[in-house]
Nanobody
Framework: QVQLVESGGGLVQAGDSLRLSCAAS????????MAWFRQAPGKEREHVGR????????YYADSVKGRFTVSRNNAMNMVYLQMNSLKPEDTAVYYC???????????????WGQGTQVTVSS
C-alpha cells in the first residue's frame, strides 16, 4: 500500500512561482513513475509532468514545458513540482500519482493523492 499526500497549493498572482510537494508513505515506490496531473473545473484530468523511478527521465505536457519542473528525492520518498511563470490557465486541482509502468494516461496510475488547489489570479 502506498499513500500520497500533496501540499503547497495556494493563491498566487500571474507570473509568480509555486512548489508543490508529494509525500509517499507505506510501500517503497523507488522503481515507480511519479506524475503530476491537474483538473480544472468542467475539464478532464490531464497529465502535467512525470519522472521515472531512477529520476533520470522526465516528461512534460506542451502547455507547461519550460515553466514546470518535476523532481524527486527517493531517499525521502518525496516528489516535487516546481511551477514558474504561472498563468491563470494553470488554475486547477493538482494531483500526485504513482504508477508501476508510467505513461501519460490516468489509467496507468494506481495511487493518487487527495489533490491540492492552485489558483492563479490575473
Amino acid at each position: 500500500q502506498v499513500q500520497l499526500v500533496e501540499s503547497g497549493g495556494g493563491l498566487v498572482q500571474a507570473g509568480d512561482s509555486l512548489r508543490l510537494s508529494c509525500a509517499a508513505s507505506g510501500r517503497p515506490f523507488s522503481p515507480n513513475t511519479m506524475a503530476w496531473f491537474r483538473q480544472a473545473p468542467g475539464k478532464e484530468r490531464e497529465h502535467v509532468g512525470r519522472i521515472r523511478g531512477s529520476g533520470g527521465s522526465t516528461y512534460y505536457a506542451d502547455s507547461v514545458k519550460g515553466r514546470f519542473t518535476v523532481s524527486r528525492n527517493n531517499a525521502m520518498n518525496m516528489v516535487y513540482l516546481q511551477m514558474n511563470s504561472l498563468k491563470p490557465e494553470d488554475t486547477a486541482v493538482y494531483y500526485c500519482a504513482a504508477s508501476q509502468f508510467g505513461g501519460s494516461s490516468t489509467r496507468s496510475y494506481d495511487y493518487w493523492g487527495q489533490g491540492t488547489q492552485v489558483t492563479v489570479s490575473s
